[in-house]
């Protein structure tokens, strides 16, 4: 099968990109051909990952590729596939239907935002996350979700050549099946790089430095505060008096909080406890193996993609896991089953969860063991592509009768 993908930026770190990547990896092996058409390729890392994957830029400015649907489908169609996934936010409804009356191919709308709840994570933000954050929190993606979803998304995705919409969560599959072809296909973890090893945890203290009678508490992903950033430091603080074998660790991709982080971190009084390292670490899944508990106190929705993939390679990676009840994180974690969940922007209660799962180790292995079998089962990159292909074959068989 030759498929078409459609991507504003495609820069495969995290969120959609990393979803498109992985998927389509998967896909070439298996024999098919993914032609991808975007704005354009940000990529620090090694072209030959890139090279499964045939990739047309469109020049022009950033909205190029909403303001030229019939070049992005000219392009397609001289490839000759036989289905097409566009992938985007929620805005990316408003411009569904322009591609969907000009192609000839059958259209798969992948949404891969979440809504955001203003009304419940309201109370977890500052002035300050405002401030600094303000991008994270609501942007323009956001905001036209909002009126979206008064009017219905369902309303926006109606066109006979939509064939499919790929929706971010269970709640919205459920919502909405009864007025549109929505099915849910998450992001998730590739359990084969993303998995326990006990040399793996030997090798990996001793390079962070850490003895084996260290806690090693875990954080790692965008320096952006609305992240929990701010939360888990202040948590450290609290228990460092009874835990002076605690060590945090925090590895950041650079982004707008990284000197409020850094200066933060040197003006704590649990300094001498914290690690702090920035830029991308390719290591990230032998790092994972390091630490006792990974945590993830997100304070909204905007911060994080559909299934935060930092959350699901550690719960591949068979570790404990401590976040919050934002977007769709409690269709992933079950507090007490497979991880705990503690309210956002919350260090006292952070702490006190902290403080319990250092030191009841079996806790720990249960909670550990019940991640790792929820990403094998749900959260795979193997098993979101076979529930990629299906759905393509499905539409395809019924476009041909």
């Not at 969120?15 to 058409?37: F, I, M, P, T, Y």
């Not at 228990?239 to 707008?256: I, K, Q, S």
């Not at 299934?307 to 934002?326: G, Y």
């Amino acid at each position: 099968m030759k498929i078409g993908m459609i991507l504003k930026k495609f820069d495969p770190v995290t969120g959609k990109s990393r979803h498109l990547l992985e998927v389509s990896r998967r896909l070439v092996a298996r024999g098919h051909v993914v032609h991808l058409v975007t704005n354009r390729v940000e990529w620090n890392g090694e072209r030959a990952e890139l090279q499964h994957l045939s990739i047309t830029e469109i020049s022009g400015s950033q909205n190029a590729l909403y303001l030229k649907p019939k070049k992005v489908m000219q392009i397609l169609e001289s490839k000759g596939v036989d289905v097409i996934e566009l992938h985007g936010g929620m805005s990316m409804s408003l411009f569904a239907k322009r591609f969907a009356r000009i192609a000839s191919r059958p259209l798969i709308l992948n949404i891969h935002s979440q809504p955001t709840d203003f009304l419940h994570e309201l109370s977890y933000l500052s002035w300050s996350d405002w401030k600094h954050d303000h991008a994270y929190i609501a942007d323009i993606d956001d905001a036209l979700g909002f009126f979206m979803r008064i009017l219905g998304y369902h309303r926006f995705w109606k066109h006979p050549n939509i064939r499919a919409v790929i929706v971010p969560n269970r709640a919205l599959e459920h919502q909405y099946r009864d007025r549109a072809p929505v099915t849910f296909i998450p992001s998730g973890a590739d359990i084969h790089a993303y998995q326990k090893s006990l040399s793996a945890h030997d090798e990996a203290r001793a390079v962070l430095g850490y003895a084996p009678t260290d806690s090693v508490v875990l954080f790692y992903g965008r320096a952006v505060m609305v992240r929990g950033m701010d939360t888990i430091i202040q948590a450290c603080e609290l228990l460092a008096p009874t835990h002076p074998r605690l060590r945090l660790v925090m590895f950041l991709l650079e982004d707008v909080d990284l000197q409020r982080t850094l200066k933060r971190v040197e003006q704590s009084p649990a300094r001498q406890q914290i690690t702090l390292k920035v830029g991308r670490n390719p290591q990230m899944p032998t790092v994972l193996q390091a630490a006792d508990v990974c945590v993830f106190p997100f304070r909204t929705t905007g911060c994080i993609p559909e299934q935060p993939l930092t959350l699901v390679e550690a719960m591949a990676s068979e570790k404990t896991v401590v976040t919050t009840a934002i977007g769709s994180i409690p269709e992933i974690v079950q507090d007490g089953v497979n991880g705990r969940i503690v309210p956002p922007n919350n260090a006292v209660a952070l702490s006190k969860v902290l403080a319990e799962l250092l030191c009841d180790p079996e806790m720990r292995e249960r909670l550990s063991r019940n991640a790792r079998e929820t990403i094998e089962k749900d959260y795979h990159w193997d098993v979101i592509t076979d529930q990629t292909l299906q759905l393509y074959e499905r539409v395809t068989r019924s476009t041909s009768s």
